[in-house]
């Protein structure tokens, strides 16, 4: 099983509730990246302007250095967006790091964001996350999901990629 993953993906594609849901049937615990943000990074979001490369970075190796500092294996949500993000992660992580990446037409991600209730990140910002946005590479420990099936046969399809079931 692998020991440390991050499910991944622009804004409003379902990251923690795959993330919740792959705690539930691994009983690996999940951790939302959101809440690893520094306030001045979700004040910037909530007042729609998309973080810059050097807001994320302090973030990034936080969310790395959570994986560093985890005795047992550990899930994160974060958007990873760019392959120098998920290298960032890894470096702090010191270890191997899967990635999960959900991923979705605009149109299905942005009729999800309209949908959420108390969120900090406006869907003014979708745009911006979407132009961010570098494909896994090849090299790249990854599993691709498509999100528009229900949240059950995405939950199992990151199952098999974590026990190492998938081809």
Same mark, same amino acid.
Request: proline share 6%.
């Given at each position: 099983?692998?020991?440390? @993953?991050?499910? %991944?993906?622009?804004?409003?594609?379902? *990251? $923690?509730?795959v993330?919740?849901?792959?705690?539930q049937?691994?009983?690996?615990?999940?951790?939302?990246?959101?809440a690893l943000?520094? *306030?001045?990074?979700?004040? *910037?979001?909530?007042?729609?302007?998309?973080?810059?490369?050097?807001?994320?970075w302090?973030?990034?190796? =936080?969310?790395?250095?959570?994986?560093?500092n985890?005795?047992?294996? =550990?899930i994160?949500?974060?958007?990873?967006l760019? /392959?120098?993000? /998920?290298?960032?992660?890894?470096?702090?992580?010191?270890?191997?790091?899967?990635f999960?990446h959900?991923?979705?037409?605009?149109?299905?991600?942005?009729?999800? %964001?309209?949908?959420? *209730?108390?969120?900090?990140?406006? +869907?003014? =910002?979708?745009?911006?996350?979407?132009? @961010? =946005?570098? +494909?896994l590479?090849?090299?790249e420990?990854?599993?691709?999901?498509?999100?528009?099936?229900?949240?059950? @046969?995405?939950?199992?399809?990151? $199952?098999?990629?974590?026990?190492?079931? $998938?081809?």
């Open positions: 099983m692998t020991r440390y @993953a991050i499910v %991944m993906g622009v804004s409003g594609c379902g *990251k $923690t509730s993330g919740e849901g792959l705690a049937s691994t009983g690996i615990r999940f951790v939302d990246g959101d943000h520094p *306030k001045a990074n979700v004040d *910037k979001m909530s007042a729609g302007t998309p973080l810059t490369d050097e807001d994320r302090p973030w990034l190796e =936080l969310i790395g250095r959570e994986f560093a985890s005795p047992a294996p =550990l994160i949500g974060c958007s990873a760019k /392959r120098g993000y /998920r290298d960032m992660i890894r470096h702090h992580a010191g270890a191997m790091v899967s999960i959900l991923s979705g037409s605009r149109e299905i991600i942005a009729r999800r %964001m309209q949908a959420r *209730k108390n969120h900090f990140m406006p +869907p003014a =910002l979708l745009d911006s996350q979407f132009a @961010a =946005l570098e +494909p590479a090849a090299d420990d990854s599993v691709s999901i498509d999100i528009d099936q229900p949240l059950e @046969a995405i939950i199992a399809q990151a $199952t098999r990629h974590l026990e190492g079931k $998938t081809p």
